[in-house]
Antibody
Framework: QVQLVQSGAEVKKPGASVKVSCKAS????????INWVRQAPGQGLEWMGW????????GYAEKFQGRVTFTGNTSASTVYMEVKSLTSEDTAVYYC?????????WGQGTLVTVSS | DIVMTQSPDSLAVSLGERASISCKSS????????????LAWYQQKPGQPPKVLIY???TREAGVPDRFSGSGSGTDFTLTISTLQAEDVAVYYC?????????FGQGTKLESK
């Protein structure tokens, strides 16, 4: 069955970077775009951007341009999201999700806490 | 960007009763070429990722109970739960996947009365 398994929770200081992994199983990673969505505590869902694991093409929501990078390793069936220059506003659960057209499978989420 | 606006923000319904959530998009998300509305509904329970319930505005995902239904076209959409069950208590989000950025509504918290 299709699964997206993300790396574990992270605690970072302001100004640091974090890299979250998302490992796909049960299907061929390169067949579908992976999107990233975040959710601040008690808040709604915010789309961050997408990556095509086959071509390596990426796209980012305007507010994340220049600070977020998506990469992938198709041989490891894994995609990565890196966020730089973290602030307290980046404290959130980050989800990877497979895009069929809608988002049909989701990772379990990775909590990133930014605190001094 | 397409703005998705849900109403109400929260809703309390008695078990066994009907619940309806509205979602409006700031521009049409009906694609003329295929006559499909690029609208999905998700359910999120505490500590869990969202789960897709409905896509193409009215197509139920496999395994989703038939008490969940979606309707609407263009800019106005509705998620209806015909008879609320205890396990339906959750936050519900609509999302447009018509054009990037793929935007979500702010969410509707559904509780039992």
């Amino acid at each position: 069955q299709v699964q997206l398994v993300q790396s574990g929770a992270e605690v970072k200081k302001p100004g640091a970077s974090v890299k979250v992994s998302c490992k796909a199983s049960g299907y061929t990673l390169s067949s579908y775009d992976i999107n990233w969505v975040r959710q601040a505590p008690g808040q709604g869902l915010e789309w961050m951007g997408w990556m095509n694991p086959n071509s390596g093409n990426t796209g980012y929501a305007e507010k994340f341009q220049g600070r977020v990078t998506f990469t992938g390793n198709t041989s490891a069936s894994t995609v990565y999201m890196e966020v730089k220059s973290l602030t307290s506003e980046d404290t959130a659960v980050y989800y990877c999700t497979r895009r069929l057209s809608w988002f049909d499978y989701w990772g379990q989420g990775t909590l990133v806490t930014v605190s001094s | 960007d397409i703005v998705m606006t849900q109403s109400p923000d929260s809703l309390a319904v008695s078990l066994g009763e009907r619940a309806s959530i509205s979602c409006k998009s700031s521009q049409s998300i009906l694609h003329i070429s295929n006559n499909k509305n690029y609208l999905a509904w998700y359910q999120q329970k505490p500590g869990q990722p969202p789960k897709v319930l409905i896509y193409w505005a009215s197509t139920r995902e496999a395994g989703v109970p038939d008490r969940f239904s979606g309707s609407g076209s263009g800019t106005d959409f509705t998620l209806t739960i015909s008879t609320l069950q205890a396990e339906d208590v959750a936050v519900y989000y609509c999302q447009q996947y018509y054009i990037k950025p793929y935007t979500f509504g702010q969410g509707t918290k559904l509780e039992s009365k």
